[in-house]
């Protein structure tokens, strides 16, 4: 089955906890991304990556990192949590957009973290 | 300033009836794609509708139809025949320029289907 697959699904932690959410896709999209979610203010993009080894800054990357390694996986660390970053966060991935695709996104479940 | 506009909130619709969920949208590009998207209470995102500016006609998928006006800016989604199922929360998102996949999304709308 064709899915984008995020862990965990629910995250608690503390202040200054490193963690990281990973995200891995088995339709061979190039491209991949991270949003935020939070009330009142839609879906955020925080990182994206077109390719393995190329990713660049959303409009809300401060306090996360991410990686892309393999083409199939994109995790989004968290250094050092802080309140702030508690959130709904969703991976997507896509084929490129073109003449054939319309670069439709498939989103993940989400990640629900809570930072206390 | 903001890419995608989604002006109501919340909304309310009576089972079976239609019901017009609004977003306006702002680019300079000539080439973007606009997306509807459905976030059930359940929390995943659901891809409903797909609109592309150089498409002529407005794009339909079932119930749901996209009321495309591009001199307004404007890319509506028109749900017909309302069920309970679809209550939800709808994002409207927007793709700007060719070979580009970075997708911005509205604040979203909460539509509740009342029986």
């Known amino acids: 089955e064709a899915q984008v697959t995020q862990n965990p699904r629910y995250l608690i932690t503390v202040t200054g906890k490193k963690l990281t959410v990973t995200c891995s896709q088995n339709m061979n999209h190039e491209y991949m991304s991270w949003y935020r979610q939070d009330p009142g203010l839609g879906l955020r993009q925080i990182y994206y990556?077109?390719?393995?080894?190329?990713?660049d800054k959303g409009d809300v990357p401060e306090g996360y990192k991410v990686s892309r390694k393999e083409k199939r996986n994109f995790p989004l660390i968290l250094e050092s949590p802080s309140p702030n970053q508690t959130s709904l966060y969703f991976c997507?991935?896509?084929?490129?957009?073109?003449?054939?695709?319309?670069?439709?996104?498939?989103f993940g479940e989400g990640s629900r973290l809570t930072v206390l | 300033a903001q890419k995608i506009t989604q002006t109501q909130p919340g909304m309310f619709v009576q089972e079976k009836e239609a019901v017009t969920l609004d977003c306006t949208y702002d680019t300079s590009d000539q080439s973007y794609g606009l997306f509807w998207y459905k976030q059930p209470s359940s929390g995943e995102m659901i891809f409903l509708i797909y609109q592309g500016s150089y498409d002529e006609q407005n794009a339909t998928e079932g119930r749901y139809s996209l009321n495309f006006q591009k001199a307004r800016k404007s890319a509506n989604l028109v749900i017909s025949a309302s069920q309970l199922g679809d209550s939800a929360m709808y994002f409207c998102?927007?793709?700007?320029?060719?070979?580009?996949?970075?997708?911005?999304f509205g604040a979203g709308t909460r539509l509740t289907v009342k029986p």
């Open positions: 998102a927007m793709r700007e320029g060719y070979g580009n996949n970075d997708m911005r």
């Open positions: 997507a991935s896509s084929f490129y957009q073109g003449l054939v695709n319309t670069g439709e996104l498939f």
């Open positions: 990556s077109m390719n393995v080894e190329v990713t």
